[in-house]
């Protein structure tokens, strides 16, 4: 895109919206602080390098496009153009999977030498890191159970593997200067009517409180929990249900994640964050985009997209809300798909910044709702795009469709030599 053209557009658009009581340049400075996690698993269908395990865990990538990462040196290479693309300075969030392994992979005790690599990479392009134990796509996980198996074994096992993960996490939150946040999710669940779902729960209470039992400094390390509604193979119970783990979280002073594809289809986590955070310190988010199911499409800048982002910036939420992504569509190239997502998650806080929410709310508080609803239609046509083109230019980053280019020049010179 012309730079001419872009700054100009600005320059008319920061008038319009300074009519309006909002400072342009001030919203960009705001967005320019709120980091978004973008999610490795994207970057090949969830499969990791660990040799020989299929996804499991009733989550799935569709799709066949070619040029996905085979190995950590490939996957960084595509984070990095993925991450040109994109304005702001984020963090990547790694799963336990994505370990440069020296032999065997041992997921029971997964060692900090399997992320080093990751560190230092991290440390020099000036990202942080976030991270997730593993608990599927393993022969521990086959029985469907995990930390909440009735099985002392399994349990343990998956106990020590969550144990170990922490460790990483803390490691990088050391090395990197930002704590990161590790995420516990587990599959566990029935494909069909259980008589015992309280015997699981108590279990999975127990093994969670001894794989945290370990005090790790909050400024290295920060703990989540991720519930979910149903999985495929668990469609009648989920042992770590929503009540399971905002219970969970709220006793045990841990993070609670919400997943955008993790409830009903109609139920949206842009509503729940305003209840959860009166009770919960942090929240983290795994914005997805579930079509019909938790079906983990790529983000788009959606409605609900939207609505994420007005609460999170409406009730200054920035510190206390941690932004993680969670798709993956392996039907498309998978640079693209991460700076589709990305860039929309960030298109929408960008959106949000620059809402007059104080002129909203007063109409609201004096019950002119009649404004309230002229004012969020109106707002819709406003010109955020030539802010977001220039904050894309400002940042060094393609604006416009100019970064679908530099992807399609990337898939002939590397995803296709693959
Ligand atoms: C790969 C992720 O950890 C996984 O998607 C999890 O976060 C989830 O959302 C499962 O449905
Ligand atoms: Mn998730």
């Known amino acids: 895109m012309n730079e001419q053209y872009v700054n100009k557009n600005y320059d008319s658009a920061k008038e319009a919206y300074a009519a309006l009581g909002v400072d342009t340049d001030a919203a960009i400075e705001a967005l320019k602080k709120i980091p978004v996690s973008l999610h490795c698993w994207q970057g090949d269908d969830?499969?990791?390098f660990e040799s020989d395990c299929d996804l499991s865990g009733g989550i799935q990538a569709t799709g066949n496009y070619p040029g996905k990462a085979t190995n950590?040196?490939?996957?960084?290479?595509?984070l990095d153009k993925a991450l040109s693309?994109?304005?702001?300075?984020?963090?990547?969030?790694?799963?336990a999977i994505y370990g440069e392994f020296d032999g065997k992979p041992d997921r029971r005790h997964v060692s900090i030498d399997s992320f080093k690599g990751w560190a230092q990479w991290a440390k020099d392009k000036g990202l942080g890191l976030d991270f997730n134990g593993t608990f599927f796509s393993h022969p521990m996980a086959d029985s469907g159970f995990t930390l909440s198996s009735k099985d002392k074994d399994i349990r343990?096992?998956?106990?020590?593997?969550?144990?170990?993960?922490?460790?990483?996490?803390?490691?990088?939150?050391?090395e990197l200067g930002?704590?990161?946040?590790?995420?516990v999710w587990v599959p566990d669940g029935y494909k069909d009517i259980p008589i015992d779902r309280s015997g699981h729960r108590a279990i999975l209470e127990k093994s969670l409180d001894e794989?945290?039992?370990?005090?790790i400094s909050p400024e290295h390390n920060l703990d989540a929990v991720e519930c979910k509604l149903f999985g495929i193979g668990s469609e009648s119970c989920t042992i770590g249900s929503h009540e399971f783990y905002m219970g969970y979280a709220m006793k045990n002073n841990k993070l609670l994640c919400l997943d955008a594809g993790h409830f009903h289809p109609t139920e949206v986590i842009s509503d729940k964050l305003s209840s959860c955070l009166l009770y919960i310190d942090r929240l983290l988010l795994h914005v997805s985009r579930p079509v019909r199911w938790d079906s983990d499409h790529v983000v788009?800048?959606?409605?609900?997209?939207?609505?994420?982002?007005?609460?999170?910036?409406?009730?200054?939420?920035?510190?206390?809300?941690?932004?993680?992504?969670?798709?993956?569509?392996?039907?498309?190239?998978?640079?693209?798909?991460?700076v589709i997502g990305t860039r929309a998650m960030i298109k929408a806080l960008l959106t949000a910044l620059l809402e007059p929410s104080q002129m909203l709310k007063e109409a609201e508080e004096a019950g002119d709702f009649t404004k309230r609803l002229a004012m969020l239609e109106e707002l819709k046509?406003?010109?955020?795009?030539?802010?977001?083109?220039?904050?894309?230019?400002?940042?060094?980053t393609p604006a416009g469709a100019d970064w679908l280019a530099e992807v399609k020049d990337y898939e002939n010179a590397v995803l296709s030599k693959r």
Request: glycine residues 8%; hydrophobic residues 40%.
């Open 46 to 48: 969830v499969g990791g």
């Open 72 to 78: 950590a040196c490939q996957l960084r290479q595509d």
């Open 85 to 95: 693309l994109i304005p702001g300075t984020h963090r990547v969030n790694l799963h």
């Open 156 to 174: 343990s096992f998956w106990i020590d593997h969550g144990k170990s993960c922490r460790k990483v996490g803390e490691y990088f939150g050391k």
């Open 178 to 183: 930002k704590p990161c946040v590790t995420n």
């Open 211 to 215: 794989m945290f039992a370990e005090d």
């Open 300 to 338: 788009i800048f959606n409605e609900e997209l939207q609505y994420i982002a007005q609460e999170v910036i409406r009730n200054n939420f920035q510190s206390r809300v941690h932004i993680g992504l969670d798709f993956f569509d392996a039907s498309i190239n998978r640079i693209a798909a991460w």
């Open 381 to 396: 046509s406003m010109p955020f795009g030539a802010v977001w083109d220039y904050y894309c230019l400002k940042s060094g």
